[in-house]
């Protein structure tokens, strides 16, 4: 009997120590206003949801309190709490095992409950080990049907009958017991639940077959997919390594010709250089030789003896035939100018064929779609095929832009209400074109002095500098650099300088390019591919210094 008490007050000691909310031993305890002792973070977490209410209740009494207390560690549970672990007290036996807060406790158990190990469909209560045994051991229970344990046990009670509904309307689609089968249900298609899972059991493994083969189908399709992209990189390897083998056969191929017209130019030199040698040896001799048939005749010129004189002079030797100057053909050294003039022409020649031809290689490794539509222009001529007269809208135009030609040239004109401005905003004005652009188009304009950006935007884009959003594309030209702008993200962009920019929009295809115009040439200086979403106008953006213009050509 002393061992029965000493369990008992054990018990009580190991019940006095546990939160009602967490039901687990008290972790850091606080005792509110009414007396109960919890969890300090379950009473603070339990309070929190009822921060709205302004009212907080204790979650086993359910006295209400106005404010909010104020909590503080129960240092008395504390160190009871302390003691009970010391003494091996905290943690309950392996076979009595209390139910948490996520787990469904014992129905049949008092004080605090133990976890259910098992729910009774037709019992519909949920047991512990110890309350299960007679499920086991009388034959009163032997045909009730046991299952894991379950929270929604009373869901499976009729709240009309409060009978356990067994049988299943399939007139209304629900579950009903047996009294409503024969009261509001009366002449409906009913049947067993077990019978009318039978048939939904059916329905389930032809929708998990079902299921099951779209995964298969699926899988397949992902497998499919993933050799499709092994093939693709694959392949960009080869294309990658082919493109590589192509572009060194090409430079040792210029290597090759840099060595030959510099063997050329070296021959060539030695052969002139030998000829202009010869020739300078042969006049050296010639003049040796005259500079003694001079000297003899300056002797001669000294005799006083008029006789001796006359005599003497027809017998001197003739001279020599003398080499004409005409003769002499010396080159000029402009042929070195002239062969700097053919690589030059060949340079330029080679250049305009890789400009042409690279905007074919460029699309086909972006985008394929792109050269099963109608190919896109390559000259200057195919340009100006689509060609589209810009002209500015005045309404969209800042306040500091001045249109003339018809409104085809926009100037910068910083007045004197402006100069004592500092706001980064008078450093620019903008203006959107009137026509809007669909399908393709293709238009010039002519950079004046100042810094220009040339842009393509939405309408409604003109209050926003060009380039600052997703609703504008921009290419700047300052201080002799090129500079694209899109969402405020700059990239530096590297061409050949000229005062004229080329634009070519095809709407549909998402296409937009920049080019730096000469009178002969087009060199691509940036391209986009997107998609646009909305008709697009031409724009025209003017910085700082005061004079800056640009004109639509």
Not at 209 to 235: C, F, Y
Not at 519 to 534: P, S, V
């Amino acid at each position: 009997m002393g061992g029965t008490m000493s369990q008992e007050g054990a018990q009580l000691d190991q019940d006095a120590i546990c939160c009602s909310i967490c039901l687990d031993v008290l972790k850091e305890p606080a005792t509110i206003p009414c007396g109960h002792s919890f969890c300090m973070n379950c009473i603070q977490t339990h309070w929190d949801k009822e921060d709205e209410k302004e009212v907080y209740s204790c979650p086993q009494c359910r006295q209400s309190f106005t404010p909010r207390p104020v909590l503080l560690k129960s240092i008395m549970l504390a160190d009871l709490v302390e003691k009970q672990k010391k003494t091996g007290l905290e943690e309950a036996p392996a076979d009595h095992c209390y139910a948490g807060a996520e787990d469904v406790a014992c129905d049949v158990c008092t004080g605090r409950k133990l976890r259910a190990c098992k729910s009774c469909l037709q019992c519909l209560i949920s047991y512990c080990e110890k309350h299960l045994q007679p499920h086991y051991e009388s034959p009163a229970f032997e045909k009730h049907k046991l299952v894991e344990p379950s929270k929604k046990l009373q869901e499976n009670i009729c709240s009309r009958h409060n009978e356990v509904m067994k049988m299943f309307c399939r007139t209304d689609q629900q579950c009903i017991c047996y009294l409503c089968s024969v009261d509001e249900h009366r002449g409906h298609d009913t049947v067993s639940a077990a019978a009318e899972r039978t048939e939904r059991e059916k329905e389930l493994e032809g929708s998990r077959e079902n299921i099951q083969q779209r995964i298969q189908d699926r899988e397949k399709m992902v497998k499919l997919l993933q050799e499709e992209v092994d093939g693709v990189n694959d392949s960009a390897d080869k294309a990658e390594e082919d493109s590589e083998k192509i572009f060194t056969e090409l430079i040792r191929l210029m290597e090759k010709r840099s060595s030959d017209v510099k063997q050329q130019v070296r021959s060539q030199q030695k052969r002139e250089v030998s000829r202009v040698k010869e020739l300078q040896e042969k006049l050296e001799q010639e003049i040796s030789h005259l500079k003694k048939k001079d000297a003899t005749l300056e002797l001669l010129s000294h005799t006083e003896d008029h006789t001796q004189f006359i005599q003497s002079y027809p017998s001197l030797p003739p001279l020599s035939e003398s080499t004409e100057s005409s003769s002499i053909n010396i080159l000029p050294l402009s042929y070195l100018e002239d062969v700097k003039a053919a690589m030059s022409k060949f340079r330029d020649k080679l250049r305009n064929v890789l400009r042409e031809k690279w905007t074919n290689v460029y699309l086909t490794v972006g985008d394929v779609d792109m050269l099963l539509s109608q190919p896109q222009p390559q000259t200057r001529a195919e340009f100006l095929k689509y060609s589209r007269k810009i002209t500015l809208d005045p309404k969209t135009a800042s306040a500091r832009m001045y249109l003339s030609e018809r409104n085809r040239k926009a100037s910068f004109r910083l007045g004197e209400s402006y100069k004592s401005q500092t706001d980064k905003k008078m450093m620019s004005c903008q203006v959107l074109s009137k026509q809007s652009l669909t399908g393709r188009c293709y238009w010039e304009v002519e950079k004046g002095v100042g810094g220009i950006a040339v842009a393509v935007a939405y309408k409604g884009n003109d209050t926003e500098v060009f380039g600052n959003s997703n609703k504008s594309w921009a290419l700047g030209i300052y201080k002799g650099r090129y500079e694209f702008r899109h969402k405020k993200h700059p990239t530096p962009v590297s061409g050949p300088q000229s005062s004229r920019v080329g634009v070519y929009l095809d709407h549909s295809a998402g296409i937009l390019f920049f080019y730096s115009v000469s009178e002969e040439t087009m060199t691509l200086l940036h391209r986009i591919k997107t998609t646009f979403t909305q008709p697009l106008y031409a724009g025209l953006l003017l910085c700082a210094p005061p004079g800056s213009t640009a004109e639509m050509l």
